[in-house]
Each structure stands twice: as C-alpha cells, then as structure tokens.
C-alpha cells in the first residue's frame, strides 16, 4: 500500500527513500548554477524545499532552514553572499528568498550567542555585518527588527571603541551615520563632564 507522501508527491518520496536532507542538498550542486535566480527558481530547489518540509515534519531534531543548510554546506561568507545578491533580484519571490535567509543566518549566529565584532569575522567584514543588520531591521517580524537594532547598536559601539570616523562608517552603511552621530555626541558629552581638555582633543582629532 502507497503511502500518503507516495500518493500526494512520488517524486518526492522516492528522493526521501534515497537521499537523507544533506544527501539532497549535495545532489543540487548550487554553485554550479549560473546565478542565485537560476538556482532559487529552479525545479530542483523548489523540490529539495519540499524535502526539508517534509523532512522537519518527520523529525523530532531541531528543524532546519535553508540558512542553516547553506552555512552547514558552504559556510557563513559564501551563503550570505548568495543571499544578498538573491535580496537584490528583479524577480520579487527570489528577492524576499534573499531577505528572509539573511534573517535565518542572523538568527543562528543569535542563538550561538555570537557578538557583532564575531559575525562580522564570519562574514568577512563589517561591511557585510552592516547589510546583515539593515535587513534584519527591515524585517516583518517585530521581535526580529528588535535583534536587528540590538546588534546594529553594538557595531556602532565597537566601531567608536575603535576610533572609526563617520567618514569610514558612510562607506559602507551610510544608514547608521545618523545613529552614529548620536553615540558619538553623548560619547562626548560624558567625557568632557569626566575630562573637558581630553575630549576636545579626542573631538577635534576626529575631525
């Protein structure tokens, strides 16, 4: 007697039968894809999605995302460059793929209790870490724009432990200049009430 899976979707069945979810995932071969749009539309992948679905809905382990598949198979840099290219694509399904595997990501480098300064070293650089975040804000989720702000504002924090000037931020987030600014200024204002002579150099040193 066929089961329900083998009734509904036998092509899906017979991958479960052969192939575990990584197996699947392998079997895709995703960098051999000309571009993300290609990969994320294509028929293969819409399958190997069935099978994840499938898949968490038969286990009783932690489920899996894309993005924890992804980073499991290609590491954390290559997954989110794919990733943000695909949040940059024309075709609206592929884009809000892009966005929404982003916020995945972010959220296993959350759970593994990873501090800003530690993502960005994953992502190969602040730059990135910076997009990241503005995606993670941008979210629909509350709970999720919250986390984004959160660590949006202990990059700002480490970027002024390090001396970085507005300058350098504007390069590669020119969204967080304003935030900035207004850390930078109540930097200044504590200071110069602990040391008026120190802040003034340190303020026009940045100048």
Known sequence: MLTKLERENPALAKLAKQKDLTQAFKSLKVTKFQNVDDLFTSAKYEQWIGYMIHWNSQSKNEPFTVAKMFNDQLGSKKSFEMFAVAAKSANPNVEQMGKSYQVQLFKLFQKAGNT?????????????????????????????????????????????????????????????????????RATEKSAIKANPVRAAAAAAARV
Request: aromatic residues 8%; charged residues 20%.
């Open 116 to 184: 800003p300064g530690q993502i960005s070293t994953s992502l190969g650089g602040d730059a990135a870490a910076a997009k990241m975040f503005t995606t993670v804000m941008q979210s629909t989720s509350k709970s999720d724009r919250k986390l984004g702000v959160k660590f949006a504002n202990g990059f700002l924090k480490q970027w002024k432990e390090a001396g970085k000037t507005p300058a350098q931020l504007e390069q590669i987030a020119p969204s967080f200049l304003k935030t900035y600014a207004t850390l930078l």
